[in-house]
């Protein structure tokens, strides 16, 4: 009985690990603008980020 209790909590937590451990190792997806940028040359790509906080007056 505590076997089957056991099985019944580990297996569905090693399959999630599994697939967060697969996901974390799995390269980003690149996008078209990248893609695009790398094959002209003399292009350089702007990288979307947060430049600090918006100006509040």
Same mark, same amino acid.
């Given at each position: 009985m505590k076997l089957q209790r056991f099985l019944v909590y580990s297996v569905p937590l090693f399959v /999630?690990?599994?697939?967060?451990?697969?996901?974390l190792a799995s390269?980003?997806?690149?996008?078209?603008?990248?893609? /695009?940028c790398r094959h002209i040359p003399g292009c350089m790509s702007i990288m979307p980020s947060f430049q600090g906080w918006p100006g509040v007056r």
């Open positions: /999630a690990l599994v697939i967060g451990l697969t996901l390269p980003l997806p690149e996008s078209a603008g990248a893609k /695009a």
